[in-house]
């Protein structure tokens, strides 16, 4: 079958069937567009009402005592937390009581202390450990010496010459410095 309209009219036929289609899209775009606001407007409504009623509990919440309580209880533990850091010792500082664990570690069962004093020089470079007691015999006194002498926190272990003249049961006075 021969075609007889001419190209014109073709185009012309062809543009408008184009120009057809693009207004039903943008009206079935513009349907759903409405359509999508209908649906999403009730969802808008709770939101909101959601919204200030949050609002409503957040300044209900500012005003109420407990909140007031509990800002006087965070800045009164605060201030306990800032006097116990006060009185706690620096992180590098030794403890006596570990001073006195680790003499007291090297002691062998053969070995009694009777007395463990501490005593702190004016300008904190060096300290004094002063140890009395009775060794059961003049090797456990000795070894318990040497093992002093290794701890790498008493620079100098005195021990007078005198207290190991006596065989059995000598009574010792044992001196520890260092900078502790």
Known sequence: MFNLLPETEKKHILKEYSMRRLVVLLFFLLVSGLIALICIFPSKLLSQTKEENIRARIETTKKSPI????????????????????????????????????????????????NLVYKRSANKDSSTIQLTGVALNRESLSTFVEDLKKEPLFKEVNLPVSDLTKGVNATFSIQLKGTF
Not at 73 to 84: R, V
């Open 67 to 114: 909140l007031a309580e509990s800002e006087l209880l965070i800045s009164t533990l605060s201030a306990a937390n800032l006097k116990l850091a006060a009185l706690s010792p620096p992180p590098n500082e030794i403890l006596i009581e570990d001073l006195f664990d680790r003499v007291i570690a090297r002691k062998s069962t053969n070995i009694k202390l009777r």
